[in-house]
C-alpha cells in the first residue's frame, strides 16, 4: 500500500511539472486530488485495512495529499502571477508622451528677489518698513541732508507733483529713493520712546521714481531697497560685517565684497560696495563689464544730521544705512540685458520665473 | 574730470603703474570710470578692475620728425612733397595737409617743422573709416599719382589724441626729432566722477593732493609769483562788492599788450585730452589754469571797460539782477535775469552773468590788446540757481555751483597772468586788485580717538589719527587725547561739532583705507521683532494666486487721463477725474499718477493677446488720489486687482478644457483665494459698475463691509482695447478692508466620530431667485447638524415650465457625537423643504 503512495506522489509531482496553465491546472487536480483520484480510493479503502495497516497507510496518504495540495498551490501561484506578468506587457504606455499639468502662473521677478533680500536681512533681526510714494521735499530732500539747490540733488533728477496751494520749498514729489521712510521710522521710534530710545533696525523696500530717460539700462519707476541700523555702538566694521554677511547670503559663500568710499548726503562716512563678479569669478564678462566686480549696493554710516533729524543724539548714537536696486540684482543673477522688461509684463518673460 | 597723467604728475610723485594708481582712487572715492591711452603703453592682460580704451603709440614706428621743405607735388595741386628727417635719414613724404601749405615753395624752412611721422609699416588709425570707432590701418608702400608714398605726418585722430583732422600735427620747436613721440608726449587720460563731496578734486591740482595723501607721493605745489614788470594796477580799476554773502571776494589783474595767437602745442593737446577746445592764447590760459587750479576765471577786454567808463579807470561793481534787467551774454543770447542772479556790471551796466557766463560787449575779442582778469568767489547756491533757469551749464558754473574755496581766487590770477605773460607776450601790471569782505568761517573741530572707535570701529591713538589728516593737509594739534582740527585753506566741505567729527572720520576712513577696517558684527541689543503683517498678507495672496495658474505683474503708476479713460465706455460723457498731475512729465503718455489698477491690468491683457490663448494675471499696487484739505495732501490705497480671459486650460493632448473662462471662473478664483484666508461670511451681490457688464458685476462684501468689485468687462470698455472675442472679466479688491478683516487666529473643528449622512436635493425656484439666498436660507435652517452644503446643478428645461429653475445640492448632516438616524435626518430636510416653500415657492424636485 505505502508503495502505491510513493508511486502515485511521484506520478502526480511529474505529472504536475509540464502544467502551465490555470485549465491543465484543474484537470491535474481532478486526477489526482479528485473525489475518484487514486488517493481519494486509498483513503476510502482505509476501513478495510487491518487495525494495525490502518494508521500508518492513513498517515502515508496524509502526508501526499498535503504534498500534492501544497505542490498544486505554488503552481497556482506560478500561473497567477505569470498571467499579471501577461496582462501587464500589454497595459505598456508611452512615457514620454507629456503629463497632465495643473496651471500655475509665478511671482514677478522683482517680488522674488525682494522676498530673498527680506528673508536675508530678516534673519538678521531687520524688520520691515513701508511708507508712502508721493513724499514731501522735506522728508525726501531736506530731513535728509540735501538741503535746497544742493548739489547732490543732481544725483537724483526728481519728478514734481502740481500742487494747488504754494508749498514754497517743500513741493510734492515722487519718492526718489525709500530713504523718506528712514525719517518717518525715527521719528515714530522717537516720538514713542523719547527717553532713551531702544535700537532700530529696518529694511525699507518699495517704488521710486527718477525723471530719466527710458533705456534698456535706465528706468523711470524702479524699486529699492533700503535698511537702516541705529543703536548705540554701530560701527562702520559692523556696516562691512552685515553687508558681507548678506552678500554671502545673496550671491553664495565664496562672494567677495570691497568698499569703495563714495558720497550720499544722508551718510557720513559713505561707501559703494561691489561684489566680486559671480559670472566670471572675478576675470571679466560682460555683465561686470570687464571689471571683475558688480556694484551692488550704496552704504554708509547715518550722517549724524539725519540722525539729528530723526530724534537721535548722534553724540550718544550712531547706525548705518544702505540701498540697493532689486531690479539690478535680478539682471545681474539672470542675465537679463533690458530693465524695460520689468514693467513691460510680457508673459514670455515672466514665464520664465 | 579728465586727467592727463602727464600733467597730474607735474603735481605729485606718482610711481605706481597707471591702473593701480586707478585702482586706489576708486577705492577712496574717486572713481576712474575709464582710462584711455593716449599713446602710452596698455597693460596687458590682467587689468585693475577699471574700463580700458585708447590707443598706444609703438616707439619704434612713431617718432618726432622735422620738415625741412615743402614742395609741390608734380602731379595734383591738392597734395604737397616734404622732405623729412626722421632722426636717422630723410624721407619724401606726401600730405594733403592744409596748415602745410603757408610753406610750400618757401625753400628750406628755418626753424623747420616738427610733426608727428609715422614709418613705413606703422600701425595708425584709420581716420576715413567712419564706420568704426579706432579702426586702425598699417602704413604700406604704394604710388599716388605718380609718388612713391610709404609713411606719413599724422594728424591728431590719427593718433588718438582727438577728432581732430583738418591738418597734420605741428609740435613745438622744442620736440627733439628721432625721439619716439610715445615718448616725448604719450600720455593716459584718467576720467574721474568727482561726487559732490570731492568737489575739491575738480581741478588737476586737486587731484594731485588726493593722490599725495593716499599714495604717499610727494606734492609739488605750483609757483603763483608772477612777473610783474608792468605800471601798478593800483588807481587803474577798483571793485564794489553789494552783496558779500553772495560774493565773498573778487579779485583783479591786468596784462597789457597781450598778442593773441595759438598757444603752444602741448598746452593744446592738454586742453584737448582734457575736453576742453583751444581758442587762443588768453582764452586759453584762463581754461588752462581753471583745470590746472581749480579758480575759474574771466578775462574782460579792459579798453571796452575804460571805453565804457569815459576813460576813466572803471568801477566794477558786484549785485543781484534788478527786475527787469536784461544781458546779453557771449553766446549771443538776450537774457532775462531773476533778481536772485548776481551781476558783474561796471556804472553803465551789466558786464557778465556772475560764476556763469561773460556778456557780449566786454569780451576779449580778435583786437583785444589789454585783458583784465577776474578771479571770484561765489555763492555755491545762488550759482546753481541761476544756471538752472538760464539753462547754462558751463565749466566755470560746474565748479562755482559745488563751491570754491575764496582763498583760490588770487591763486587763479597770479597763475593765470603768468601763463598770459608766457604764452601770449604780454606785461603784466604790479600787484593785484583785492576785495576781500567774507573769509569763509575757519572751522576748529575736536575730535578724540573714543569718537574714531565708535564710529569706524578701529582704535587709532590720536597721533596716528593726527598723521592721518596731516596727509590731506588738515592742521592738527593734540591735546592729551584730544585732536584740535583746522580745515586746509582749499576746502569747503568741513563742518562744525558733530557734523565735523562725521566729516573728518569719512577722511580718516579713506586715508587710512576702507578696506582695513575689520568686519564685525552688530553687536547691539536686538531690536522689538515686530514683523509685518500686511506684508506677509500680500505675499499669502501672492503664493496662493499663483499657486492656482495667475501670474504676477507690476505695472507703471505714471499714466495719462487718456489711458485710463479707456476704461469707461465711450458712449458715456468722460468723467471728471481729480489726478495727481506731474509737474515736469517726461512724455505725453506719463503725465499723471493712476487711479484705476484697471486701466493698468487692461493695457498688460492687451499686450499679451497674441502670445497667449489664457491669460490670468494679478497685481498688487498703489492707486493715488489728491486728498481733501485737511490731510496728507495724497491718499495712496492699495489694490489687488486681477484679470482673467481666455480658455480655461492649455491646448494638451488629452483632457484639455477648452472653453473661455467666464464670470465664475473669476468668481472661483475669488472664493479659493478668500476661502484661503479664512474669511467666512463673504457674500456677492449683484451691483453696476461703469466698467462692468451690467448683469455680470458683482460687489464682494464681507459682513456688509466692502471688499471690492468683480465682473465681465463691459463690452463696450473692451472695445476701446484690442482683445479676443473671449469674455474679459477682472476684480479689484482693497487690501487694506481685507488686512482688517482676515484674523490669523481661525478656529479648527474636531474629526467627528461619527459617520455622515449624505443626500441630495432638488428644488424648484423662479429662475431669478439668487442662488446665494437659497443656499443662505438651507444653511440657516440647517443649522448645526447641516455640516455641508453643495450646489452641484443648475438646470432649466421645458417639463419645469417658462421662468422656473432646478438646483441641485447635496447635503450632509453631521453630528458631533451621535449616529443621526433616518427620521432626525428627515425632520431636519423637512423643515428646510418647508421654509424654501414658504419664503421662496420653492417646489422640491427629488431628494
Ligand atoms: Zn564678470
Redesign the pocket.
Known amino acids: 500500500m505505502e508503495e502505491r503512495l510513493d508511486l502515485i506522489r511521484i506520478e502526480a509531482l511529474s505529472a504536475l511539472e509540464p502544467v502551465d496553465d490555470e485549465k491543465s491546472l484543474e484537470n491535474w487536480q481532478v486526477k489526482y486530488l479528485g473525489r475518484s483520484s487514486q488517493l481519494m480510493e486509498i483513503f476510502k479503502a482505509l476501513g478495510t485495512l487491518s487495525k494495525e495497516e490502518k494508521p500508518i497507510v492513513g498517515r502515508t496518504a496524509n502526508q501526499v495529499k498535503v504534498a500534492l495540495e501544497a505542490a498544486s498551490g505554488e503552481k497556482e501561484n506560478l500561473i497567477n502571477q505569470r498571467r499579471i506578468d501577461q496582462v501587464l506587457e500589454g497595459e505598456k504606455i508611452d512615457v514620454t508622451l507629456p503629463g497632465r499639468r495643473t496651471i500655475s502662473g509665478s511671482i514677478h521677478p522683482t517680488t522674488q528677489t525682494l522676498r530673498e533680500i527680506y528673508r536675508v536681512f530678516g534673519d538678521m533681526g531687520f524688520q520691515i518698513y513701508r511708507s508712502r510714494e508721493v513724499e514731501t521735499d522735506e522728508f525726501n530732500f531736506q530731513l535728509l541732508n540735501f538741503p535746497p539747490h544742493h548739489p547732490a540733488r543732481d544725483m537724483q533728477d526728481t519728478f514734481f507733483i502740481t500742487s494747488k496751494q504754494d508749498r514754497g520749498d517743500d513741493p510734492l514729489l515722487l519718492r526718489t529713493h525709500t530713504s523718506p521712510g528712514q525719517i518717518h521710522a525715527m521719528l515714530e521710534h522717537t516720538k514713542k520712546y523719547p527717553e532713551d530710545p531702544p535700537p532700530i533696525r529696518i529694511i525699507l523696500p518699495g517704488m521710486c521714481y527718477r525723471y530719466e530717460q527710458i533705456t534698456s539700462r535706465s528706468e523711470i519707476q524702479f524699486n529699492q531697497v533700503e535698511g537702516l541700523a541705529v543703536g548705540k555702538g554701530i560701527t562702520f566694521g559692523d556696516l562691512k560685517g552685515t553687508l558681507s554677511n548678506f552678500a554671502r547670503r545673496m550671491f553664495g559663500q565664496e562672494a567677495k565684497t570691497r568698499f569703495r568710499a563714495s558720497h550720499f548726503p544722508f551718510t557720513e562716512p559713505s561707501a559703494e560696495m561691489d561684489v566680486g563678479?559671480f559670472?566670471?569669478g572675478?576675470?571679466?564678462?560682460s555683465?561686470?563689464k570687464g571689471a571683475?566686480w558688480l556694484e551692488i549696493l550704496g552704504c554708509g554710516m547715518v550722517h549724524p544730521t539725519v540722525l539729528e533729524n530723526g530724534g537721535f543724539d548722534p553724540e550718544v548714537y550712531s547706525g548705518f544705512a544702505f540701498g540697493m536696486g532689486p531690479e539690478r540684482i535680478t539682471m545681474m543673477r539672470h542675465h537679463i540685458e533690458d530693465i524695460r522688461y520689468f514693467w513691460a509684463n510680457d508673459l514670455r518673460f515672466l514665464d520664465q520665473f | 574730470m579728465k586727467v592727463p597723467i602727464s600733467w597730474l604728475k607735474e603735481y605729485v610723485e606718482i610711481t605706481l603703474p597707471i591702473e593701480e594708481l586707478a585702482y586706489k582712487l576708486t577705492l577712496a572715492g574717486l572713481e576712474v570710470e575709464e582710462i584711455r591711452y593716449v599713446g602710452l603703453p596698455q597693460p596687458g592682460e590682467k587689468q585693475q578692475a577699471t574700463k580700458i580704451s585708447g590707443f598706444s603709440w609703438n616707439p619704434e614706428e612713431i617718432v618726432i620728425g622735422e620738415v625741412r621743405e615743402v614742395m609741390p607735388h608734380p602731379d595734383a595741386d591738392r597734395l604737397v612733397l616734404c622732405r623729412l628727417d626722421d632722426g636717422k635719414q630723410e624721407h619724401t613724404v606726401l600730405t594733403g595737409a592744409p596748415n602745410l601749405f603757408p610753406y610750400l615753395e618757401k625753400g628750406e624752412l628755418d626753424p623747420p617743422l616738427k610733426v608727428a611721422y609715422a614709418r613705413e609699416g606703422a600701425t595708425i588709425i584709420d581716420a576715413y573709416n567712419e564706420s568704426k570707432d579706432m579702426a586702425l590701418t598699417t602704413l604700406k608702400r604704394k604710388k599716388i599719382r605718380g609718388v612713391d608714398s610709404y609713411s606719413m605726418a599724422c594728424s591728431e585722430r590719427e593718433l588718438g589724441i582727438s577728432e581732430e583732422h583738418e591738418g597734420i600735427i605741428l609740435l613745438d620747436q622744442d620736440a627733439p626729432t628721432g625721439q619716439a613721440l610715445a615718448e616725448y608726449m604719450g600720455d593716459a587720460v584718467l576720467d574721474i566722477a568727482i561726487t559732490p563731496n570731492i568737489a575739491r578734486a575738480a581741478s588737476i591740482l586737486g587731484v594731485a593732493r588726493e593722490v599725495a595723501a593716499i599714495t604717499g607721493g610727494k606734492l609739488i605745489l605750483p609757483s603763483l609769483e608772477p612777473v610783474m614788470e608792468g605800471n601798478p594796477i593800483k588807481g587803474r580799476v577798483s571793485i564794489e562788492i553789494k552783496d558779500p554773502e553772495l560774493n565773498p571776494r573778487f579779485v583783479l589783474g591786468l596784462i597789457e599788450n597781450v598778442e593773441k595767437k595759438s598757444s603752444p602745442y602741448w598746452v593744446q593737446r592738454r586742453l584737448k585730452l582734457a575736453g576742453i577746445r583751444p581758442i587762443d592764447c588768453v582764452v586759453d590760459a584762463t581754461n588752462y589754469t581753471m583745470l590746472e587750479i581749480g579758480e575759474p576765471l574771466h578775462a574782460f577786454d579792459y579798453d571796452v571797460l575804460l571805453e565804457r567808463a569815459g576813460g576813466k579807470p572803471p568801477r566794477i561793481i558786484t549785485r543781484r539782477a534788478k527786475s527787469g534787467e536784461t544781458l546779453t551774454t557771449l553766446d549771443d543770447v538776450e537774457r532775462k535775469l531773476d533778481d536772485f542772479t548776481v551781476l558783474v556790471t561796471d556804472q553803465s551796466g551789466p558786464l557778465s552773468l556772475a560764476g556763469v557766463m561773460g556778456g557780449a560787449d566786454s569780451e576779449v575779442g580778435e583786437k583785444t590788446k589789454n585783458v583784465l582778469l577776474e578771479g571770484a568767489s561765489w555763492n555755491y547756491v545762488n550759482i546753481r540757481r541761476t544756471v538752472s533757469a538760464q539753462g547754462l551749464p558751463s565749466e566755470a558754473a560746474y565748479r562755482f555751483e559745488r563751491g570754491v574755496h575764496p582763498a583760490i581766487a588770487s591763486q587763479g590770477v597770479q597763475r593765470c597772468l603768468e601763463w598770459m605773460r608766457k604764452w601770449t607776450g604780454g606785461v603784466v601790471a604790479q600787484g593785484l586788485v583785492d576785495e576781500y569782505p567774507l573769509p569763509p568761517f575757519e572751522t576748529r573741530v575736536k575730535l578724540t580717538p573714543g569718537d574714531i572707535e565708535r564710529w569706524l570701529g578701529i582704535s587709532l591713538s590720536a597721533v596716528e589719527i593726527g598723521e592721518l589728516l596731516k596727509k590731506l593737509d588738515f592742521e592738527v594739534t593734540i591735546k592729551k587725547d584730544e585732536l584740535v582740527v583746522g580745515t586746509p585753506p582749499h576746502r569747503l566741505d568741513i563742518g562744525e561739532g558733530m557734523v565735523g567729527k562725521a566729516d573728518l572720520m569719512e577722511e580718516i576712513a579713506r586715508v587710512y583705507g576702507y578696506d582695513r577696517i575689520p568686519e564685525t558684527n552688530l553687536a547691539d541689543e536686538l531690536p522689538l521683532q515686530a514683523g509685518n503683517r500686511a506684508l506677509e498678507l500680500e505675499d499669502k495672496i501672492r503664493d496662493k494666486l499663483a499657486g492656482i495658474g495667475l501670474q504676477e505683474i507690476v505695472t507703471y503708476r505714471i499714466t495719462s487721463p487718456e489711458a485710463e479713460l479707456r476704461v469707461f465706455p465711450p458712449d458715456q460723457s468722460s468723467p471728471e477725474l481729480d489726478y495727481l498731475e506731474l509737474a515736469n512729465p517726461i512724455s505725453s503718455d506719463k503725465t499723471v499718477m493712476r487711479r484705476s489698477m484697471l486701466a493698468s491690468l487692461l493695457e498688460i491683457v492687451e499686450k499679451n493677446r497674441r502670445n497667449r490663448e489664457r491669460i490670468a494675471l494679478f497685481e498688487i499696487g498703489s492707486e493715488f488720489f489728491p486728498n481733501g484739505e485737511n490731510k496728507h495732501p495724497v491718499e495712496e490705497k492699495l489694490k489687488l486687482a486681477i484679470a482673467l480671459t481666455g480658455v480655461r486650460t492649455h491646448l494638451s493632448w488629452q483632457c484639455a478644457d477648452r472653453e473661455l473662462m467666464d464670470f465664475y471662473d473669476l468668481k472661483g478664483l475669488i472664493e479659493e483665494l478668500l476661502a484661503d484666508l479664512h474669511l467666512g461670511n463673504v457674500s456677492y451681490t449683484p451691483d453696476t459698475a461703469t466698467s462692468f457688464h451690467p448683469g455680470k458685476c458683482a460687489r464682494i462684501e464681507k459682513d456688509g463691509k466692502y471688499l471690492g468689485i468683480m465682473g465681465e468687462i463691459h463690452p463696450k470698455v473692451k472695445g476701446n482695447y484690442k482683445l479676443a472675442e473671449a469674455p474679459l472679466t477682472a476684480a479689484i479688491l482693497d487690501m487694506e478692508t481685507l488686512l482688517n478683516e482676515v484674523d490669523d487666529l481661525f478656529e479648527v473643528e474636531s474629526i467627528p466620530a461619527q459617520p455622515p449622512v449624505l443626500e441630495d436635493l432638488a428644488l424648484v425656484v423662479d429662475d431669478d431667485v439668487p442662488a446665494q439666498t437659497v443656499q443662505l436660507l438651507i444653511v440657516q435652517t440647517g443649522g448645526k447638524t447641516l455640516a455641508e452644503v453643495k450646489l452641484f446643478d443648475v438646470y432649466r428645461g421645458k417639463q419645469l415650465g417658462e421662468g422656473k429653475k432646478s438646483l441641485a445640492y447635496s447635503l450632509v448632516y453631521q453630528h458631533p457625537e451621535k449616529t443621526l438616524t433616518d427620521k432626525e435626518v428627515a425632520s431636519i430636510r423637512g423643515s428646510i423643504v418647508k421654509r424654501l416653500e414658504k419664503e421662496l415657492g420653492a417646489q422640491l424636485r427629488s431628494w
Request: negative net charge; glycine residues 30%.
Open positions: 563678479c559670472l566670471c572675478g576675470d571679466g564678462c555683465v561686470c571683475g
